[in-house]
């Protein structure tokens, strides 16, 4: 159960983190202090609930909120 | 405006300077598929971005024109469970030039050797001419389908049309390809399937790492890009060793094999001396217009006396294959061939061997590596030897820095 708690909070600090820009998840895991593998699982679990997604250079991947991700788009793509 | 087939396209004078010669041009097909467009509309065919080939025209003219260009690379991959394959792609000319505004391109992994049916084929042009500008690229360097232009809202649609295309269309169905920090689509040379010096099952290696490492494929978590090429022998036709940091090249151990008989039919037309005896680099072959002796100690695997005589010579017995690692294509500093890191592996137990050491190395480099750094540089920064204890291997004379560094470059001799 402390476990379940300690889970979702951090899910929220990642969401606050990801809101504000789009991070490579390594960069993200030395911030928040959380091991990498262990972040890699809770971002794919944000990704599947639809709360963060993914932004590609093409060639390097960064994970950003859906908001976050969309107001960049629109900037990207000039509307 | 110049007038084809009753199709207005845009003037391009400095595009049409590149149809010139009498060998393909890029101008000229995008502008048949602007002609196509505009005829498959003209007779109501629904076409979801109108235009795309010639708007593609006037963007690429203008970037001639002003000299630089007007695309916008990167964006959303907006394909359902995907963190690679689309690689996003806006035209900063949105007012001037709608038809291209958006002009993402989708990478569809390709079948191992690239053998497709015509049905095959026939799937993806109809789902893209659905769907896309229409526009192909077969193949990028990685080895994908590279599908050339569509719009956000029809990235899922497309990507929907190729996976399950059995059951919408009776066609072929495919699956996106690798692109940003996650492993590339692997690739294999056509190999056993249709090569006689495959010393393994390239086709089944690459299909093997592709379905076992669909995560790694389809969900980017690593510092950079991982590449994975699959050669059958030295000739090495994937350049695997310069452009993938996993380059897998089959090898043999023992002694080429020779038919004598054979060689002496080829004598009647070939001079074997000029042609094959003074060409061998360690100098491993004599001919005494009867027998062709090979100093097997002294053969490099460079594949010429094999490639010159193919029916005289074959690749030894005991095959297997070479590991080199860190090899990659960068545009600013040239092609940086991969160091050996396995001299050799059995045929046998290559798939497995290769299997446990890409997932030692992974684990390592996504731990130990930095931003954009592949594995070949982590390598160069933490040393061979931190490498070495990685994939368990001890150090070996055989392990090669970068053989045959110049392998695309032919040169004369100065005085010839």
Known sequence: MTEEINKEELKQKILEHLAKKPWQVRDLAKVLRVKKKELDKIVQELIAEGKAAYWSSGSTTYVTTKEKLEEMEKKRSGT | ?416
């Open chain 2, 1 to 416: 405006m110049p007038v084809v087939d009753g199709v207005e396209l845009p003037e391009t004078p400095l595009l049409d300077e590149l149809e010139k010669g009498p060998w393909p041009s890029f101008v000229k097909e995008i502008k048949k598929t602007a002609i196509e467009q505009e005829k498959a509309m003209k007779a109501g065919k629904k076409i979801k971005l109108p235009g795309a080939a010639k708007g593609l025209l006037k963007v690429l003219e203008l970037a001639y024109k002003d000299k630089r260009t007007h695309w916008k690379h990167g964006g959303i991959v907006s394909v359902i469970g995907y963190g690679g394959g689309v690689i996003g792609r806006y035209c900063d000319l949105e007012d001037q030039i709608p038809e291209v505004w958006h002009f993402h391109t989708i990478r569809i992994n390709m079948p191992a050797g690239w053998f497709y049916t015509t049905k095959a084929l026939r799937t993806i042009c109809d789902v893209w001419e659905k769907w896309g500008s229409g526009l192909t690229n077969f193949h990028g360097s990685t080895g994908d389908i590279i599908l050339l232009g569509t719009r956000t809202e029809y990235l899922q649609p497309c990507a929907n049309a190729l996976a399950y295309a059995d059951q919408l269309y009776g066609g072929v169905p495919f699956d996106i390809g690798g692109s940003g920090s996650d492993l590339r689509t692997p690739s294999a040379c056509m190999g056993p399937a249709l090569c006689e010096f495959a010393c393994y099952d390239t086709l089944k290696a690459c299909y093997e790492f592709t379905m076992r490492y669909q995560n790694e494929l389809h969900r980017p978590m690593w510092p950079y890009k991982f590449k994975i090429k699959c050669s059958g022998c030295p000739n090495d036709c994937v350049a695997a060793k310069a452009r993938s940091d996993f380059a897998i090249i089959g090898t043999w151990k023992d002694e080429i094999q020779i038919d004598q008989e054979a060689v002496r039919e080829y004598a009647k037309v070939i001079d074997i001396e000029e042609h094959v005896v003074k060409k061998c680099p360690t100098k491993a072959i004599s001919w005494d217009g009867k027998e062709l002796k090979i100093n097997n100690r002294e053969c490099i695997r460079c594949m010429h006396c094999i490639n010159v005589l193919p029916k005289a010579l074959k690749p030894g017995k005991e095959r297997g294959a070479t590991i080199l690692i860190g090899g990659k294509a960068p545009f600013v500093d040239g092609a940086i061939i991969g160091w050996v890191a396995v001299p050799f592996i059995p045929e046998n137990e290559l798939i497995e061997k290769c299997c446990e050491m890409l997932e030692a190395i992974w684990e390592w480099w996504d731990e130990e590596g930095k931003f954009r750094e592949r594995v070949g540089e982590l390598i160069w920064r933490k040393g061979m030897d931190e490498f070495l204890k990685v994939i368990n291997q001890k150090a070996d004379v055989r392990m090669v820095y970068a053989p045959r560094n110049n392998p695309f470059i032919f040169w004369r001799e100065l005085n010839e």
